[in-house]
């Protein structure tokens, strides 16, 4: 049975009714058709083997580069995705160790929330610095790459230059924050909404 099935069983108000016992109730989330729990697991398998393809894809594509910033900042990718699987790799095992057939079923759903949420904040946060250093890393090593470093510094301080960088980076930071609040609302966020739910069902 599927999760709305549960949220129908608990407001059910029928003559006759008797409440579910806590095991068939767990019987229930166990099931593994169409689970949250399942589909969590697969978003993050899709990000963890996305991530993978992508590093071995930049990885090769670096070796092709000469010296020089655009290698560096392929580099600086590759070890950047490298980081994020241990991420992705520690949300699976939290994802894996719930047991909805504990005793304690609330607790159990309460503490995967917690963690869960805590998880996604970091990954919004690292996003939300990750971009505009990329940003300005990506200017960086542009004028270095071209030896116009003297000539970048002095041109970045005129008003009219740093009126259209800090525009571009307004407008750049809004795209991809929106995005990535838009992505892991797909990926993740729906998915905890439904949890929530389900914890406030149990809870009343």
Not at 133 to 156: H, N, P, T, W
Request: proline letters at 2%; hydrophobic letters at 45%.
């Amino acid at each position: 049975m599927e999760l709305d099935d549960l949220k129908s069983i608990w407001k059910q108000d029928k003559p006759g009714f008797e409440p579910k016992k806590e095991e068939e109730i767990a019987s229930m989330i166990k099931g593994r058709s169409n689970s949250i729990i399942s589909k969590l697991k697969r978003n993050v398998w899709f990000e963890l083997i996305f991530t993978i393809v992508c590093g071995v894809v930049l990885g090769v594509y670096a070796i092709t580069l000469e010296s020089g910033a655009l290698m560096w900042t392929t580099i600086s990718l590759i070890i950047l995705f490298v980081s994020y699987l241990f991420y992705y790799v520690k949300k699976l095992m939290l994802l894996n160790h719930f047991d909805p057939s504990t005793e304690n079923l609330k607790n159990s759903l309460q503490h995967l929330l917690e963690r869960l949420t805590m998880y996604l904040k970091f990954y919004k946060r690292s996003f939300a610095i990750l971009y505009p250093v990329y940003f300005c890393l990506g200017i960086l090593f542009g004028a270095l790459e071209r030896g116009e470093m003297d000539s970048f510094l002095q041109k970045i301080s005129q008003p009219k230059i740093i009126f259209y960088l800090v525009a571009l980076a307004g407008l750049f930071f809004f795209c991809s924050v929106w995005l990535t609040n838009w992505y892991l609302k797909k990926l993740y966020g729906n998915h905890l909404t439904k949890l929530n739910e389900l914890l406030k069902e149990l809870q009343g």
